[in-house]
């Protein structure tokens, strides 16, 4: 039996299609190899949001290469968005590539398969059906992405997704909530509802089967045997008020949002091209702590954007001290070829983007800390995900604000247990599991507790 090796870069979208990529492979009768070495096929889905992931995968390639090097008959194939942004120049730039593939083409993984030969063959610029769609191979049991839509039709002067990933296109609500049982038959809990920006989702969709965003999580909630329900990523342009109403009364909708920020200063939000104010931001942050208290916030920002002075920097930090995120991906600015901030005067220096990203992770870690303390002594619901990944004999799980918790106690992976909190980092929580039924102790804050 012929095998690969599946190497995954970038979101949770390109997971999602990793796990349809070796799904689709396993059916075409390959068995996965654990390492490289072992493997007759070295899969590569890459992404190429910014300088650092094409990097990485350039150095993975060079390993690959120099496998190849010593055994010809592996074949390299390279998929995912950085893949899709070079199309056919990928067989130049590396030679030793056979296949190349843009995320639209999974479907056809199936015609280079098998087909012997070692021509380059590459397959780009198709989107006729859903990854979501092909069979899966997934990682874990009780937990499933589920992709909404495809594409992106916001136009971030910074951005290359939708380059690569096209126009949005939603999937068909019906094939979604279909999906969405069958995982819930199969004893999955939490879902993750993926798509590039979820909450313009449905406005694509013909009359007949129209369905926005927030009638898609109510139907999702509706689903028995989906306790948790997350989504990534909304724009904060299109989080309307049905949305947050839906998150605020479906039970399995989790308390928590990734709200893309990438700046606080308004002048800079337009020159990105993000459509909406730092006034309508923080007003967003308020309907959405409004309709639901315990919500916890993260966040993406950008620093170094073409033109960013020392004030629009200081209005980021200062949205950042408002706010108070509970998480935050800081990154550095990276200019993308063909996007129109790549072209923009006003680039900023190195040395000044390096100096920003570094007080900018100091506030965002100095208040995840303080965010995560306000937990310690209440009693969080952990979805189980394993044993610690720094100590076996502690587990390992996620609350619904999303946090990470090792705590100890005795429970399997995919269980629902309540966890007393008693310590907190920036990243993680710590606690110990509590039989059901416990009550809270003096002192102990009421309020994340779970029936
Ligand atoms: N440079 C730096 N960060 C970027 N992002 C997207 N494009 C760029 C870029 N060119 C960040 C944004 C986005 C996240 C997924 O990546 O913050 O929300
Ligand atoms: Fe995901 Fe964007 Fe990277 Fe593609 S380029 S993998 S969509 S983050």
Redesign the pocket.
Known sequence: MKRYHLTT??????AH?SERIKGMLEELGLGEATTQDDADVLVF?????REK?DQKFAAHLAQAAALKARDPLKVIAVG???A??QKERLFELYPYVDVAFG?GSIPHLGDWVGAGGHAPRGRFGEWESFAGDLPAHRERGFQAWVQVSMGCNSTCSY???PA??GREQSRRPGDIVAEVATLARDGVREITLLG?NVNSYGRDLLPAVRTEFGELLRACDAIDGIERIRFTSPHPKDFRSPVIEAMAECAAVCEHAHLPLQSGSSRLLKLMRRTYTQERYLALVAELRGAIPDLALGTDIIVGFPGETEDDFRETLDVIEEVRFDSAFTFVYSPRQGTDAAAMPDQVPAAVKSERIERVIAVVQRIARERNQERVGRIEQVLVEGPSRTDESVLRGRTRRNTTVNFTGAAAAGDLVDVRIEGASSTTLRGAQVAPGTTLGAGAVAGAVTA
């Not at 889905?45 to 949001?49: G, H, P």
């Open positions: 870069f970038g979101c949770q979208m390109n299609d889905n890459t992404c190429t949001i992931p995912g968005c950085y899709e942004a995320p951005c290359i997704v690569v990933r590039q």
